[in-house]
């Protein structure tokens, strides 16, 4: 679960890492009022789940209220990477001498969580990664040890910090950002820009965390923090039903049994040329309310043109799923041609269900890449 800057900036000051005070707005008038109590110039900030705001236009100064007004009314309904910005982050100004970054991440290849530092913050990291490598410090944290002196003093040299009092002042927020990490279960946790005012004093003045959903059983705080209308409205409501559904750019709308088996059937109808709609798990299960479940979902997409339904059966039995999807279209119409693929425990009976039956529209083949051979010329 990816935060909104301002929810991540939250978790920084209650974990000890200086950020500016801000408020948040939802619209012009209320931008106006959050400057008006904040004092001074204030930044206007665009509250989505991308980066790269500053350069879309997103991210604006205003010196004083009114300003901030106009400023609000300009980025509020900006589509930013198809990101439509209905929160705004108004935040006092904060003068900058210079811009570093920093961050904690997984590094699955070393099993171990990365630090990442480097004095030319403010940019792009990868185009830092890409154009100066050596400047970009890299050290991993072994996760029994935990984070030690030592890791901050390798950062802070390493990247050639000079100035004493922003060494200790980086350390300390190394730690803190480290600890953050572990204590809220990210899976990502960036600064950039980690800045240094003219006066010597480290800020967060961006925050990019991302929390692991498996752990947010244990986090009922951060959990409530997600915002259901920064989601596509047919994510809303597959989260709702309880579908694990994730919207693509095609026209095959994809169901299956099994993260992995939908992973692989994406492939597939990519392979024959085709573009999914779409990821849906159905799960273990596939009696029939889940596959209305799933279908009402997966036909709520205005671009789907044909459905792939591709099941292995193991657990769940293919005669079970076969009469399953009969139920479903006894329940529903639904205009398009489905493909259904069933191999597995069962195989045989739930295609001969399926046959029997033979519902309008609908395709049965015995191999995966030849449903999806057909899911795609029938998408067309
Ligand atoms: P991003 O573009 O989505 O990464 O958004 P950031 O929060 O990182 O802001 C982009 C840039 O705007 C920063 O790198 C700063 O250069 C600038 N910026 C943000 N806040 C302030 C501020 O308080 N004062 C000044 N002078 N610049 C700011
Ligand atoms: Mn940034």
Wanted: glycine content about 10%.
């Amino acid at each position: 679960m990816d935060l909104y800057e301002y929810q991540g900036k939250e978790l920084f000051r209650r974990s000890g890492i200086t950020v500016s005070d801000g408020k948040l707005a939802t619209s012009a008038a209320e931008a106006r009022a959050a400057a008006e109590e904040l004092g001074g110039p204030v930044v206007v900030k665009a509250q989505v789940l991308t980066g790269g705001r500053g350069k879309a236009g997103g991210i604006k100064l205003a010196a004083d209220p009114a300003e901030a007004e106009a400023r609000a009314e300009e980025i509020l309904g900006l589509d930013i990477r198809g990101h439509v910005v209905r929160k705004l982050w108004i935040e006092k100004a904060s003068d900058i001498a210079r811009e570093y970054y920093l961050s904690v991440t997984f590094d699955r290849g070393a099993k171990q969580p990365l630090l990442m530092f480097t004095t030319q913050g403010g940019v792009d990291i990868e185009e830092v990664a890409a154009s100066s490598p050596d400047a970009l410090i890299r050290l991993h944290v072994d996760p029994f040890e935990g984070f030690q002196p030592w890791h901050a003093r390798a950062l802070i040299y390493g990247a050639g910090v000079e100035e004493p009092d922003e060494q200790k002042q980086i350390a300390a927020i190394a730690a803190r950002l480290y600890e953050a990490f572990v204590e809220f279960d990210a899976m990502l946790c960036e600064i950039n820009p980690l800045i240094v005012t003219p006066e010597g004093e480290v800020k967060a003045l961006d925050s990019k965390f991302t929390v692991d959903d498996n752990a947010l059983f244990r986090h009922a705080d951060v959990a409530e923090m997600r915002d259901l209308d920064a989601y596509p409205p047919e994510e809303r409501a597959a989260r709702e039903k309880g579908v694990t559904y994730v919207k693509l750019d095609g026209e095959v709308g994809i169901l299956g049994n099994g993260a992995g088996l939908v992973m692989s059937t994406l492939d597939v109808i990519a392979l024959v040329g085709g573009r999914p709609a779409n990821f849906c798990d159905l799960g273990g299960g596939g009696d029939a309310h889940g596959v209305v479940d799933a279908l009402e979902i997966i036909t709520g997409d205005p671009q789907v043109t044909s459905i792939f339904f591709n099941i292995f059966g193991g657990i769940t039995r293919c005669d079970e799923v076969a009469r399953g999807i009969l139920q479903a279209l006894e329940q529903m119409t639904i205009g398009h041609p489905i493909v259904v693929r069933l191999d597995g425990t069962n195989a045989e009976e739930g295609r001969r269900i399926l046959a029997e039956a033979s519902p309008p529209n609908l395709y049965t083949e015995p191999t995966m890449l030849d449903a999806a051979r057909r899911a795609v010329e029938l998408a067309q």
